[in-house]
């Protein structure tokens, strides 16, 4: 029994959870298709989590999170300045209470395809500073599981990024 429906509260059907966390990036994304701007949401939260998995972001994070919203949504800069500072905001602001449910919106919303580019997005963002730290690369796994990855998909993909590893370096 979940609590909330010990609690007497009902629980939404999954079609229309969606976290403030999604609905405020999203809101600002107005030109956007409603599942685009959702998405788009869903993956800059998701990147943000993992730049400040060591908790703090870097301006080489910043600007990689920056080039990949922009190329994703192909957004104007000013734009992607906006969902990216949002996200950035939502992840500091409730990282702890949002970072699973966000992650779980996005994977029931999102094909086996987009987890595997939002995966590699991830080890960028977190590489983009020259070193993937043990928080970052330990955030990535538990993303990768969360997104539904076998540990043996995620390793692959984390063999590319060998040299940024702070563990290697």
Same mark, same amino acid.
């Given at each position: 029994?979940?609590?909330?429906? *010990?609690?007497?509260?009902?629980?939404? !059907?999954?079609?229309?959870?969606?976290?403030?966390?999604?609905?405020?990036?999203?809101?600002?994304?107005?030109?956007?298709?409603?599942? $685009?701007?959702?998405?788009?949401?869903? *993956?800059?939260? @998701?990147?943000?989590?993992?730049? #400040?998995?060591?908790?703090?972001?870097?301006?080489?994070?910043?600007?990689?999170? #920056?080039?990949? @919203?922009? =190329?994703? +949504?192909?957004?104007?800069?000013?734009? /992607?300045?906006?969902?990216?500072?949002?996200? $950035?905001?939502?992840?500091?602001?409730?990282?702890?209470? =949002?970072?699973?449910?966000?992650?779980? =919106? *996005?994977?029931? #919303?999102?094909? $086996? +395809?987009?987890?595997?580019?939002?995966?590699?997005?991830?080890? /960028?963002?977190?590489?983009?500073?020259?070193?993937?730290?043990?928080?970052? !690369? /330990?955030?990535?796994?538990?993303? +990768?599981?969360?997104?539904?990855?076998?540990?043996?998909? +995620?390793?692959?993909?984390?063999?590319?990024?060998?040299? =940024?590893?702070?563990?290697?370096?």
């Amino acid at each position: 029994m979940s609590l909330l429906r *010990f609690l007497g509260i009902s629980e939404p !059907a999954p079609s229309t959870r969606e976290t403030a966390t999604v609905r405020e990036i999203a809101a600002r994304l107005e030109r956007l298709p409603a599942e $685009k701007a959702r998405y788009l949401a869903g *993956f800059a939260y @998701v990147l943000a989590r993992v730049a #400040h998995a060591d908790l703090e972001f870097t301006e080489d994070e910043t600007r990689e999170m #920056h080039r990949i @919203v922009t =190329e994703l +949504a192909t957004l104007e800069s000013g734009e /992607a300045d906006l969902v990216v500072e949002i996200a $950035k905001s939502q992840a500091r602001l409730l990282g702890g209470t =949002e970072n699973y449910v966000v992650t779980r =919106e *996005f994977r029931e #919303h999102s094909s $086996k +395809a987009q987890r595997g580019q939002l995966l590699a997005c991830l080890y /960028a963002v977190a590489a983009a500073d020259g070193t993937i730290s043990g928080a970052e !690369a /330990a955030e990535i796994v538990a993303i +990768a599981e969360e997104l539904g990855f076998t540990r043996a998909e +995620a390793n692959s993909l984390r063999a590319r990024y060998r040299d =940024e590893l702070a563990e290697f370096q």
